[in-house]
């Protein structure tokens, strides 16, 4: 992405011309609700919409996960753009051409990486043209057609020690090459070689579509049989997805990723035309995948290997798909060895009626692990409900986990209370909103800056509040912010105001009260009921903080005075509020 000079007055005009609703249609079907449009929540599970996005005002908000903001950061939640990247694929999208400034360095090796990534794969397709050699021969051996070879950017590492080193060296140096991870010091002496040798190289893709890295199969018996890239500024494991750039999309419109462990599994299902397939590349799942995979969908069917070594991989990825708030499920591949072979054995209808059947992540386990529960001792039946710990104790939503133990119990034979005992403890926490760390903000501020964002105070309200009545700090500078047009009666501007809010609690509360139901005739009576307590406390704070001033004055009489008559006065004021 091109880097630009942003300032306030540029994200206001770009904030402007963006209509939010289509940019969060993509991730999550809307439906018009009287002013606003509502759906399904990206960003936690639901059953029943409590999803806000209002058109005009340009902003979003989730009343059940407390997740708010304006189009810039809806897409740094479900893009993973930075606050600069947004604005720039805003302004691409409506129109804007955006000034530019000077790149720094930092980016100019970045993009640099990139193009050497780009002119590696070139270099390593190149070399499986050259035929025979042994990556042809495995791909042949396979039944790996070319149109599979050219889509997925297959390539061959030769068994040269330099062979991308002599390609490549001259136009982007030794350094680039060491930093991308293609080229590796020698252990004896000086110079480099090959990380890659006698491989099939297949290309890694960044969600956005980068070429970040590459995985190599071993075509003789060198270990690792699959080699991946190092860790770079560009190739980051634990936050990659074999396939994702490709897959996104689907996941998005059905609500479903299928994850698999290998990359020919990811290529078999997603060659063979069914939608939103990924890998972990033979890795140990992360969290960081598993929150990579939340961005774009609330249900992973595991599609893991069929051998026990598989359906072990299965249930130990669980528990990290489930403490990221992802419904899980797994399939019984019916006897095969892997996705791969599934597919070319009986075709893409095969895995989808298999697919139709995938179990939910608890019934997998209980066939695992409780199906010969009559025939266990005590014991036995103990250590096999501590195997459903990890699990249990990773979902978050307490109904979920509840039936889930006491499926348990059943499946063994067993008290609910048995089972139940031994997650106390263990569960994990509800999760909570980024902006929960920060004390929550009292229900009569937010009644007030409803109104008043709603237009709903009078002059005298208004009059009578000010910006130090808020402890709450979101609160006070939106307040501050707003304040003016409020007195003189000119509408807000959101997409300037949303400018002028640097931080994220600011931004998510304005979206809130936005969003808000509009204060009924009734309501507003109590107005009073919530401007006074503010007032109160106000006065209150402001005379404890008074005292603290005069003993810090010590002998200064002048000053000592003047804080003892505004103390009075203070007091006076309090007096009157009761």
Excluded at 281 to 299: E, H, V
Aim: with cysteine; proline share 4%.
């Amino acid at each position: 992405m091109a880097y630009v000079d942003l300032n306030d007055s540029i994200i206001a005009q770009v904030r402007g011309a963006a209509d939010i609703v289509d940019f969060v249609q993509q991730v999550t079907p809307l439906k018009l609700a009287g002013k606003s449009y509502k759906g399904l929540c990206p960003f936690h599970r639901e059953k029943s919409p409590s999803f806000h996005v209002d058109r005009d005002k340009g902003l979003f908000y989730c009343f059940g996960c407390g997740t708010g903001g304006d189009v810039f950061k809806f897409l740094t939640l479900t893009e993973r753009f930075t606050f600069p990247e947004a604005v720039e694929h805003v302004a691409s999208r409506v129109g804007i051409e955006l000034p530019k400034r000077r790149r720094a360095q930092r980016d100019n090796d970045k993009d640099d990486l990139l193009e050497l990534m780009d002119d590696a794969s070139e270099a390593f397709h190149q070399a499986l043209a050259w035929t025979p050699n042994a990556a042809d021969e495995y791909l042949k051996h396979r039944g790996v057609p070319q149109d599979v070879i050219r889509k997925y950017g297959f390539g061959y590492a030769p068994e040269s020690w330099d062979y991308l080193l002599r390609r490549l060296g001259q136009k982007h140096g030794e350094k680039k090459l060491e930093a991308a991870g293609l080229i590796t010091p020698r252990k004896t002496g000086n110079g480099f070689y090959d990380r890659f040798r006698n491989r099939l190289i297949i290309p890694i893709h960044s969600d956005t579509g980068a070429l970040v890295g590459f995985g190599g199969r071993a075509l003789d018996d060198s270990e690792p049989k699959y080699l991946n890239s190092p860790e770079s500024e560009l190739f980051n494991k634990s936050r990659l997805l074999y396939n994702l750039h490709r897959s996104k999309d689907a996941m998005r419109r059905f609500d479903r990723a299928i994850l698999v462990e290998g990359y020919f599994d990811a290529i078999a299902i997603d060659h063979a035309g069914v939608p939103g397939v990924v890998a972990s590349m033979g890795t140990s799942l992360t969290p960081g995948q598993a929150s990579l995979l939340r961005r774009f969908t609330r249900r992973v069917i595991l599609a893991y290997d069929g051998d026990n070594a598989g359906r072990a991989a299965t249930l130990r990825a669980a528990p990290i798909l489930l403490a990221a708030g992802l419904h899980v499920e797994a399939l019984d591949l019916q006897g095969e060895k892997d996705p791969d072979a599934l597919v070319q054995k009986h075709g893409a209808d095969k895995f989808l009626e298999v697919l139709s059947n995938a179990l939910d992540i608890f019934e997998f386990g209980l066939r695992e692990w409780a199906s010969d529960a009559a025939q266990l001792s005590g014991r036995e039946k103990s250590e096999r409900v501590e195997q459903f710990m990890p699990m249990l104790s990773a979902v978050s939503d307490p109904v979920v986990r509840n039936e889930a133990a006491q499926r348990i119990a059943d499946a063994f034979r067993l008290e609910f209370e048995t089972v139940w005992s031994r997650v106390r403890g263990k569960a994990a926490p509800a999760k909570t909103v980024e902006r929960s760390a920060v004390a929550p903000i009292g229900a009569g501020e937010k009644f007030v800056l409803t109104a008043a964002l709603q237009g709903r105070l009078t002059r005298e309200q208004l009059g009578r509040l000010q910006e130090e009545f808020f402890e709450d700090p979101a609160c006070k500078t939106l307040f501050s912010i707003i304040k003016n047009d409020l007195v003189t009666g000119d509408p807000i501007d959101f997409a300037k105001l949303g400018a002028h809010l640097r931080g994220e609690a600011e931004l998510t509360l304005l979206s809130e009260l936005s969003l808000s139901e509009e204060i009924d005739d009734r309501s507003l009576q109590r107005l009073d009921e919530n401007l006074r307590p503010m007032e109160r406390n106000y006065l209150s704070r402001r005379m404890r903080q008074i005292q603290r001033e005069i003993i810090d004055a010590g002998n200064d009489g002048e000053r000592v005075a003047r804080l003892d008559r505004e103390k009075l006065e203070l007091s006076r004021m309090l007096q009157s509020l009761k």
